[in-house]
């Protein structure tokens, strides 16, 4: 059953309880569709079903849930729909979505190794008539398919390590292995560090293949985490690909950050990079997010992005109370969560902050009051800097503050007055204690401009 489950500006951009890594974006018909796997909050790596998610390319503040659209299991059938995947009842990892000639090919790959196909007459499904990946007679074994449309042909990269790609025959199951590539691009490629999610687009007159990387030179202590999603172009499908840099970093989202996957689109006049981040101090608990690029399409250049809390948007609404897991910078060990229904920062000892970017606060200068919802664990203070600018200071402690209405009796409302803001600005909330142990929790933020 369809329903709209987010409108507004925020990144995350679809609803906080809604985990869906691993997006591939299309527009089809007038709407942008993602397509990605979903992770269950408290699980691991993703779940037995698939649900699409769509917005009008003209207000993509409003998402549609369009419902499950393709399960491995018969565990969702009180939702309507049935094990549609035959040969195995592994989890359901990423996906991608290509058309032709009516019909709209869901491809996707398990848990446990296998990959497959269905097909559907909507871009939303449900996804019928499931058949494995084959070439040479015998079903492929790998992650992470994706499909690119080039003119007549289609060809289906994927694959962990190494990137693979084939074209498909007509029947859109069966690779030609006479075209296959054992390696487009290798983690063993020196820079281009390949690890896995690859997505193939065309920038102008070249090939970009968007991946997640293990490249380590910026953060050399991450493990070979990959959180980037780097890029690699080239004017032949089959390469050399020349490595370009990297268009989105996730590092800092989670202290747990592990993997990336994602990639971009262009959707009317604005290019986007869709990814997805972490929480819960976990590698699981992973959200859709997506940033505004800034592509040179003639000469496939794509300008690194960072983080925002907007989004498709420009700047957040100030006097919007705003969820704290809408940050989109954590550091020191805090992490966002989800607890009774409400989505707080926690484990905030002395040290930790949280950025968001950016509030919008108008033309002119003036003053704004602002309020933290804070579960205060010990006594400490709140640090408010904009722009880098330290501009304000609030005490609190378990015993002090206005108490909420929220579900935990023991949120305060913690209060406070930045002066002379306008234009766009990063709000940063750090934290101080006065002794050692966990701190505090913060669950929102709201602002209101100062009475004259």
């Known amino acids: 059953m369809e329903k709209t489950c987010a409108t507004g500006f925020h990144n995350p951009f679809l609803p906080l309880n809604i985990y869906i890594p691993d997006g591939e974006p299309k527009v089809f018909e007038g709407r942008v569709y993602l397509y990605g796997s979903k992770d269950v909050f408290g699980g691991e790596y993703c779940c037995h079903k698939y649900h699409v998610y769509s917005a009008d390319i003209?207000?993509?503040?409003?998402?549609?849930?369009?419902?499950?659209?393709?399960?491995?299991?018969?565990?969702?059938?009180?939702e309507g729909i049935t094990d549609g995947v035959p040969w195995s009842d592994?989890?359901?990892?990423?996906?991608d979505v290509v058309e032709r000639n009516g019909w709209y090919y869901l491809y996707f790959c398990l848990s446990d190794g296998s990959e497959g196909v269905a097909r559907s007459r909507t871009p939303y499904g449900p996804f019928t008539d499931a058949r494995q990946i084959c070439m040479n007679g015998e079903p492929i074994s790998g992650i992470d398919p994706s499909v690119l449309q080039d003119g007549e042909e289609y060809y289906y990269t994927w694959g962990q390590g190494n990137c693979h790609m084939a074209k498909l025959r007509d029947d859109m199951c069966t690779l030609d292995e006479t075209t296959y590539a054992e390696a487009l691009i290798s983690?063993?490629?020196?820079?281009?560090?390949f690890h896995e999610g690859s997505s193939l687009r065309k920038l102008g007159d070249y090939y970009c293949l968007v991946y997640a990387s293990e490249y380590t030179k910026e953060y050399p202590n991450r493990g070979g985490a990959p959180t980037k999603l780097d890029y690699a172009v080239s004017k032949n499908i089959y390469g050399p690909y020349e490595y370009r840099g990297t268009i989105i970093d996730n590092t800092g989202v989670d202290p747990s950050s592990w993997n990336n996957h994602g990639?971009?689109?262009?959707?009317?006049?604005?290019w986007y990079v869709f990814y997805h981040g972490s929480s819960g101090n976990r590698?699981?608990?992973?959200?859709?997010?997506?940033?505004?690029?800034?592509?040179?399409?003639?000469?496939?250049?794509?300008?690194?992005?960072?983080?925002?809390?907007t989004g498709f948007g420009?700047?957040?609404?100030?006097?919007?109370?705003?969820?704290?897991a809408y940050g989109c910078q954590v550091l020191g060990g805090a992490y966002f969560t989800e607890k009774d229904g409400l989505y707080p920062m926690v484990n905030i000892t002395s040290g930790c902050s949280v950025s968001f970017r950016d509030f919008g606060y108008g033309e002119n200068a003036r003053n704004w009051e602002i309020e933290l919802g804070i579960r205060a664990l010990q006594a400490g203070t709140a640090i408010l800097s904009v722009n880098g600018e330290?501009?304000?200071?609030?005490?609190?402690?378990?015993?002090?503050?206005?108490?909420?209405?929220?579900?935990?009796?023991?949120?305060l409302r913690a209060r406070g007055l930045l002066e002379g803001l306008s234009g766009k600005a990063e709000l940063t909330v750090s934290f101080l204690?006065?002794?050692?142990?966990?701190?505090?929790?913060?669950?929102?933020?709201?602002?209101?401009?100062e009475k004259l």
């Not at 420009?314 to 704290?324: G, I, S």
């Open 390 to 411: 330290e501009k304000a200071r609030i005490a609190f402690a378990p015993e002090t503050g206005q108490k909420t209405e929220d579900a935990d009796a023991n949120v």
């Open 187 to 193: 983690h063993e490629d020196g820079m281009q560090g």
């Open 58 to 78: 003209e207000d993509l503040s409003r998402w549609t849930d369009h419902g499950p659209a393709l399960a491995s299991t018969d565990e969702y059938a009180d």
């Open 314 to 324: 420009d700047a957040l609404d100030p006097t919007e109370r705003l969820d704290a």
């Open 263 to 270: 990639s971009v689109i262009k959707i009317k006049d604005q």
């Open 283 to 309: 590698k699981y608990n992973r959200r859709a997010r997506v940033e505004r690029i800034r592509v040179d399409e003639k000469n496939a250049v794509i300008a690194q992005a960072r983080m925002t809390s």
């Open 433 to 449: 204690a006065q002794q050692e142990g966990e701190l505090a929790e913060l669950y929102w933020i709201e602002q209101r401009p």
């Open 90 to 95: 592994g989890l359901l990892w990423a996906p």
